[in-house]
């Protein structure tokens, strides 16, 4: 863009270290002279999990961070202690792993791309058209507006208790894995597909305003609660190889 520059970061260094930062593809070359000029672009890349070490903003007018080449693995972690604040793009194969309650300006995240929320707790996830978004380490997350996951869902880490909750105001369109000690948690009276529902993983359906429906080829549950008094039907033939709990329920 017109009065701007590329930089790229080394493979070494915090993000927000403007030495970390070159004019040429490998982090060499001229730094910037600071992260408020207009209109630059700072392509993330030469290293699979860069990171800041104090908060980073970026602030210039039209000026974006870009998460990875599009082709190797990058995983730009924001960790609990440290905010980012930009525009951000995610490329295929890079990850943007937030640790924190912090809330970035999604821009462009491709089908490829991957949005991990990782902090420890409660945080809200904001619209956008994710491309695969999982949910990790500890606490309920939950959405504040409509999410599309164009690529897929996980949710969970294999070992934390994570939640997923979608309310009842906002729905979630894509395939969603549920790992082991992780919970979906649907208040909505639509449901998101299902991939794989690992061992030791939960599902509950806890619509109050209205019935719901699991999708139209039900999936072989681990754990899988209903607490509807609404009422609750079923897609298909369900298995359940957990527990199954029903709250104030009529299935049909």
């Known amino acids: 863009t017109s009065g701007g520059s590329d930089y790229y970061s080394k493979s070494t260094g915090a993000l927000n270290t403007l030495a970390t930062w ?11 002279t600071d992260f ?29 961070v870009v998460v990875g080449d599009g082709t190797n693995a990058c995983n730009f972690i924001v960790p609990s202690s440290y905010y980012f604040t930009g525009n951000l793009y995610v490329s295929d194969n890079g990850t943007f792993t937030l640790q924190n309650d912090s809330s970035p300006v999604y821009k462009v995240l491709t089908d490829g791309s991957t949005v991990n929320y990782n902090n420890a707790g409660a945080k809200t996830i904001y619209y956008s058209p994710f491309g ?27 070992t934390n208790a994570s939640e ?23 208040a909505n009276t639509t449901a998101p597909d299902f991939g794989t529902l690992s061992t030791g ?11 719901q429906s699991s999708p139209a080829t039900d999936p072989d549950y681990y754990n899988l609660e ?13 298995t359940v190889n957990g527990t199954l709990t029903l709250t104030a329920v009529a299935i049909s």
């Open 132 to 158: 695969h978004l999982k949910i990790t380490n500890t606490g309920q997350k939950t959405i504040a507006g409509q999410v599309i996951a164009n690529s897929s869902i996980t949710v969970g880490d294999g």
């Open 22 to 32: 070159g004019t040429n593809t490998d982090g060499t070359g001229t730094s910037p």
């Open 36 to 64: 408020s000029t207009n209109f630059n672009n700072f392509n993330i890349r030469n290293n699979a999990t860069p990171t800041i070490t104090a908060d980073w903003l970026v602030s210039g007018t039209g000026s974006k």
């Open 164 to 186: 997923f909750y979608i309310p009842s105001t906002f729905a979630v369109y894509g395939t969603a894995d549920v790992l082991n000690n992780a919970t979906l948690n649907i």
């Open 226 to 238: 209903i607490d509807n008094s609404n009422g609750f039907s079923l897609g298909g033939d369900a």
């Open 201 to 211: 993983s939960t599902v509950k359906y806890t619509a109050t305003g209205g019935s």
